[in-house]
């Protein structure tokens, strides 16, 4: 039942979007994370914070830092850009067992260039591929999707991510502050 809940709602939220409102809803994500990042200690981003359960969150990732959630969201960005380049040139990747960026262990300050590196590379993406070739990567979530689906993943799962990053933040300035209840 929940797989089906979420491919509705990624159909609905972005698998049924232009290309151009994808990319658009993306820039709009990593513009969010880098004003939210403006100004935190790099402590506050290395630190671990438990964050409340929400829709695309595992167990694992609710006690992670900034850093931890930024490395997590580049490994997908930048596994998904390898699968979106094979998709148009013809081949048939696999996307293999998903889990596995869910293993995040400590980082540095150094992923956060890493993350808008790679995030500019997803921009410009439409500007160097169609985006229309035909083949199809299995998603265990959301199904079978196209280099378009995928790209359009991009944003959604950029999202995902975008609220917890907030949360993150949030925490530890909420919890310094004397009489305020986490």
Known sequence: MMVFVARIAYWIGYGSRSIASNR???ARGVARIKELLEGV???VLEARSRVAPRTGLTPMMLDWSVFMTIEHTDQVHVQILQ???????????ELGDISRFDDISRVSKEVVTRFYEH?????????RLALTAPAKVHHPIFGSLTSRGFYALLAMHLWIHVPQIEDQIKFHFTRAQPGHKT
């Open 119 to 127: 995030a500019k590379e997803v921009e410009d993406l439409p500007n």
């Open 83 to 93: 699968l979106i380049t094979a998709l148009e040139r013809g081949e048939s990747p």
């Open 24 to 26: 658009r809803s993306f």
């Open 41 to 43: 200690p790099d402590d």
